[in-house]
């Protein structure tokens, strides 16, 4: 049973409904209501491109997390990329610290772009990332800490053997980036792979190495797909099938799935399958865009994501890059362009046909003033305001209890497209079950966005189980950002709004229920979200940025 939302994240077959009208705060300046409070942006300027990860070598490393992205030190647009680095003790609040890399070599002097990180024997880092040359040409490379006792690993030294892998044997040297996260099989040797397209096939080059600096090409890829584009930012990573652990990448365990995702058609789409290490085989459940089936990580604006291996806490997290919406004059206008969606961990479904992503539980440390009530019921037709929270900068929880869905509407997930549904009936539509449930930037809150942005309405599939009697959805809004979670994290759908008036203080949360028949609201929780606090050691100071 298929139930649908949209950007509005408004429930259509069963639900109730939340959803954000307009507001002014004073947690943000005026002339910046569109800044985030407690999602991760660099101070000022473009944060990544649309060739490479944003979110380039996520690692946990002496006690710190470090966070690597592309980021433009000049201006709020793509160009003069390098590799900005950013570090937390909670993954909530931040410190700036100098570039890591930057272009400097023939090798990536148009833009060191995007790779990832991988701990090397003895547990030292090292990063392989994709260089740009004068005519674009692209090539992996090699750098390593100048210092591994430095736990802010604040200096970063390129290999004088980069670059390692050359665009040769019939690569098109403008399809060969973004290498991954690398594993030893069995046999101790390394194994990385690099998105890449050849005779319009979108594909995973396999390459493997002994000591991680002379690297060797496999016959075949790792997978590869009739069906797609160029794949940028591959992922390939173990998910456990009998535990909520997360899974390092090397481990050799027997009871395990392996996810390979891939970039393309603007969205991040993943496959499940079987990983045989010692010939590096992998064999999929359903491949890419195959009998209907579309697994994303998330349904919205959500790209070029990457993920890494907590190991202080036995997790697997994924960070995503959230484009902005709006013009490029207007990012220049601004200052700055681009931000992280909160990082979310990551788990098999206990169906074993999908992955749950939800937030991290650190999050909740931001939460503050905080209402809830129970088991009400939400009429049909009726709309009401919930108070005593800042509606712009809150996270929300809400489950409802299921109506008798045989008087859903039925659907076929296979022959429908739950973006297009959604585009087609925003929740003003009625029918007897709904809409209900959302933050509505498509009806409610559409009438007071500004003119000239994209406005696009998402929609997803939530697969619910037989036995469920519950429907949940729990929003993170975030000024110009809401990201919501439903079903418990089986379906993400992640929107950019820029209100003119719905900013801060005019920002209101309500419920409603368009729907013919009454639905129940089985428990709400609201919390209003304080500001995470960001820092920057390049001001040689301890205190927050202020943004102008």
């Given at each position: 049973?298929?139930?649908?939302w949209?950007v509005?994240?408004?429930?259509?077959l069963?639900?109730?409904?939340v959803?954000?009208?307009?507001?002014?705060d004073?947690?943000?300046p005026r002339?910046?209501?569109y800044r985030?409070?407690?999602?991760?942006?660099?101070p000022?300027n473009?944060?990544?491109?649309?060739?490479a990860?944003?979110?380039l070598?996520p690692?946990?490393?002496?006690?710190?997390?470090?966070?690597?992205?592309q980021y433009?030190?000049y201006a709020?647009?793509w160009?003069?990329i390098?590799?900005?680095?950013?570090?937390?003790?909670?993954?909530?609040?931040?410190?700036?610290?100098e570039?890591?890399?930057?272009p400097s070599?023939?090798?990536d002097?148009?833009?060191?772009w995007?790779?990832?990180?991988?701990?090397?024997?003895g547990g030292?880092?090292?990063i392989?990332?994709?260089?740009?040359d004068?005519?674009?040409r692209?090539?992996?490379?090699?750098v390593?800490?100048k210092n591994?006792?430095?736990?802010?690993?604040?200096?970063?030294v390129?290999?004088?053997l980069?670059?390692?892998?050359?665009?040769?044997?019939g690569?098109d040297?403008?399809?060969?980036?973004?290498p991954?996260?690398?594993?030893?099989?069995p046999?101790?040797?390394?194994?990385?792979?690099i998105?890449s397209m050849?005779?319009?096939?979108?594909?995973?080059?396999?390459?493997r190495?002994?000591?991680?600096v002379r690297?060797?090409r496999?016959?075949?890829?790792l997978h590869s797909?009739?069906?797609?584009?160029m794949w940028?930012c591959?992922d390939f990573?173990?998910?456990?099938?009998?535990?909520?652990?997360?899974?390092?990448?090397s481990?050799?365990?027997k009871?395990?799935?392996?996810?390979?995702?891939?970039s393309?058609?603007s969205?991040?789409?993943?496959?499940l399958g079987?990983y045989?290490?010692k010939?590096?085989?992998?064999?999929?459940?359903?491949?890419?865009?195959?009998?209907?089936l579309d697994l994303?990580?998330d349904?919205?604006?959500f790209?070029?994501?990457?993920?890494?291996?907590?190991?202080?806490?036995?997790?697997r997290?994924?960070w995503g890059?959230?484009?902005?919406?709006?013009?490029e004059?207007?990012d220049?206008?601004?200052?700055?362009?681009?931000?992280?969606?909160?990082p979310r961990?990551?788990?098999?479904?206990?169906?074993g046909r999908q992955?749950?992503?939800?937030?991290?539980?650190?999050l909740?440390?931001?939460?503050?003033?905080h209402?809830?009530?129970?088991d009400?019921?939400?009429?049909g037709?009726?709309?009401?305001?919930?108070?005593g929270?800042?509606?712009?900068?809150?996270?929300?929880?809400?489950?409802?209890?299921?109506?008798n869905?045989d008087?859903a509407e039925?659907?076929?997930p296979n022959?429908?497209?739950?973006?297009?549904?959604?585009?087609?009936?925003?929740?003003?539509v009625?029918s007897t079950l709904?809409?209900?449930?959302g933050?509505?930037s498509?009806?409610?809150?559409?009438?007071?966005l500004?003119?000239?942005l994209?406005?696009?309405?998402?929609?997803a599939?939530?697969?619910l189980?037989h036995?469920d009697d519950?429907i949940?959805?729990?929003?993170?809004?975030?000024?110009s950002?809401?990201?919501?979670?439903g079903?418990?994290?089986r379906?993400?759908?992640?929107?950019?709004?820029?209100?003119?008036?719905?900013?801060?203080?005019?920002?209101?949360l309500?419920?409603?229920n368009?729907g013919?028949?009454?639905?129940?609201i089985s428990?709400?929780n609201?919390?209003?979200?304080?500001?995470?606090?960001?820092?920057?050691l390049r001001r040689?100071?301890?205190?927050?940025?202020?943004?102008?």
């Amino acid at each position: 049973m298929g139930v649908i939302w949209a950007v509005g994240f408004c429930f259509l077959l069963v639900g109730g409904g939340v959803e954000v009208e307009a507001s002014h705060d004073e947690s943000l300046p005026r002339e910046q209501p569109y800044r985030t409070a407690y999602h991760f942006q660099p101070p000022n300027n473009w944060m990544n491109g649309i060739t490479a990860h944003p979110f380039l070598g996520p690692m946990f490393y002496k006690g710190v997390y470090h966070l690597f992205y592309q980021y433009n030190p000049y201006a709020a647009v793509w160009g003069n990329i390098s590799w900005a680095h950013s570090i937390s003790y909670d993954l909530v609040d931040w410190i700036h610290l100098e570039p890591a890399i930057n272009p400097s070599e023939p090798f990536d002097i148009n833009g060191c772009w995007s790779g990832s990180t991988t701990f090397l024997h003895g547990g030292n880092p090292a990063i392989l990332y994709t260089g740009a040359d004068l005519k674009y040409r692209q090539f992996q490379n090699l750098v390593v800490p100048k210092n591994v006792s430095d736990p802010l690993l604040k200096e970063w030294v390129k290999s004088p053997l980069n670059p390692l892998l050359t665009p040769i044997d019939g690569i098109d040297p403008n399809n060969f980036r973004d290498p991954t996260t690398a594993w030893r099989g069995p046999d101790e040797v390394w194994r990385v792979i690099i998105g890449s397209m050849i005779n319009g096939q979108g594909m995973a080059l396999l390459y493997r190495s002994k000591d991680f600096v002379r690297w060797t090409r496999s016959k075949n890829p790792l997978h590869s797909s009739t069906k797609t584009g160029m794949w940028e930012c591959p992922d390939f990573y173990p998910v456990s099938i009998n535990s909520k652990n997360g899974v390092d990448s090397s481990a050799r365990r027997k009871f395990t799935k392996h996810v390979l995702k891939a970039s393309f058609n603007s969205s991040d789409h993943y496959i499940l399958g079987d990983y045989t290490p010692k010939r590096d085989r992998y064999l999929v459940d359903t491949d890419f865009m195959d009998n209907g089936l579309d697994l994303r990580y998330d349904y919205g604006k959500f790209y070029a994501s990457k993920t890494f291996y907590d190991g202080a806490k036995k997790r697997r997290i994924l960070w995503g890059w959230v484009t902005e919406s709006d013009s490029e004059s207007d990012d220049i206008r601004k200052g700055w362009s681009g931000l992280q969606a909160i990082p979310r961990s990551i788990q098999l479904s206990s169906t074993g046909r999908q992955l749950v992503l939800w937030p991290i539980e650190e999050l909740e440390k931001l939460r503050t003033q905080h209402v809830s009530f129970n088991d009400k019921e939400l009429k049909g037709g009726s709309v009401f305001e919930v108070s005593g929270i800042s509606a712009a900068q809150a996270d929300v929880e809400v489950s409802f209890d299921l109506p008798n869905l045989d008087e859903a509407e039925s659907i076929d997930p296979n022959s429908v497209d739950p973006q297009q549904l959604c585009s087609q009936k925003e929740a003003s539509v009625r029918s007897t079950l709904g809409p209900f449930a959302g933050y509505e930037s498509n009806s409610f809150y559409r009438s007071s966005l500004r003119e000239g942005l994209d406005k696009t309405t998402y929609g997803a599939f939530v697969y619910l189980d037989h036995r469920d009697d519950k429907i949940s959805l729990r929003s993170l809004i975030d000024h110009s950002i809401i990201e919501s979670f439903g079903g418990d994290g089986r379906a993400c759908i992640t929107a950019r709004v820029y209100p003119k008036v719905a900013n801060d203080r005019e920002a209101h949360l309500y419920m409603f229920n368009n729907g013919t028949r009454s639905v129940r609201i089985s428990s709400l929780n609201a919390w209003s979200m304080k500001r995470a606090q960001i820092y920057s050691l390049r001001r040689r100071r301890k205190s927050p940025i202020t943004y102008k």
